[in-house]
């Protein structure tokens, strides 16, 4: 009897797959297979065939145990590989490149632009004290910026509170350093306010200030058009509005046309056309007197503005409360922006 086509589908049966496996197994290796029949046949043959017919069986038997037993052994190998495998022809994971904060790009920018004429950066610390807040700045003991509806106190009985604008830095700068003096001072600020789209409880400013003799407003206008004209456009509009602050005398504030509606009139230049983008001034002899400089002989200037402003006019930006989110999909909007170049 001829075995051969059964050889041949021993020998080319699939073995890749655990299905394979159990397949094989079945049809050559358990009873009810393809070589049980054969066995079964094996009695039925006459006497003096059996003995050949047999041996021949043991072989495809003993072959079909074998690539079983091999085609195993290579499948709990491949398993247990598989994990470390790595396929290099796979995509590679993205990873996002981050990118700053609006609001230190912006202060980053302020900087970089004062920088080129001259101001080097000082800096103070959050938790002030009444003298540097107020007094020191000529506020009168009954200004209503001391009142607790607008400031956070931390320690009234000791004057210890959260500093309400950046000028304190002006003092501490001035109480330490002999003119001429030329700083910028950035940092975070704290108002008791309650949180909308237009006001929150910290933001960030930064205040400039230059003591010299013979400083004049004339050097204000121009240092704060320049820096308008760098920070913003050279094509935009400003107007200068007389104001009051008790650290500055005279003292004004700088307004830059509106850059969302272009003058048309909407809700951040509450229909203005106008946003108010600084505030400035001669500072004020007593001011002078306070932290220990000669009125008689220097004469300077002071400035502070908000970056969240300026952030908000240069990038468009609706709603103050997005700069503390930190919603992602915000922030990857300046993924890649960086200082402008020299
Ligand atoms: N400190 C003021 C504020 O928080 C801003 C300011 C106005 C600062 C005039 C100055 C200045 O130095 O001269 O609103």
Redesign the pocket.
Known sequence: MDLSAVEKAILEAPLSTPEDLLSFQKNFLKKGGVLDGYYGLLRTLPGAERPAFGQALQRLRALAEERFQAAQVHLRAAEAIRPTLTDPTFPAFTISPGGRHPLSLVESQIVHIFSRIGFTLADGPEIEDDWHNFSALNFEPDHPARDMQDTFFIDPARGLLLR????TI?VRVMERQKPPIRILAPGR?YRHETISARAHVYFH?I???YVAEGVSAADLKATLEYFVQAFFGTDTPVRWRASY?P??EM?AELDIACLICHGEGCPVCKHTGWVEV????MVDPNVFQACGIDPEKYTGY???MGIERLAQLKYQIPDLRLFSQNHYRFLANFQGYDLPPN
């Open positions: 309400t604008h950046t000028s002006q600020v400013q205040e400039g200030l602050f650290f500055t003292s600084l505030g400035c001034g002071a400035f502070g």
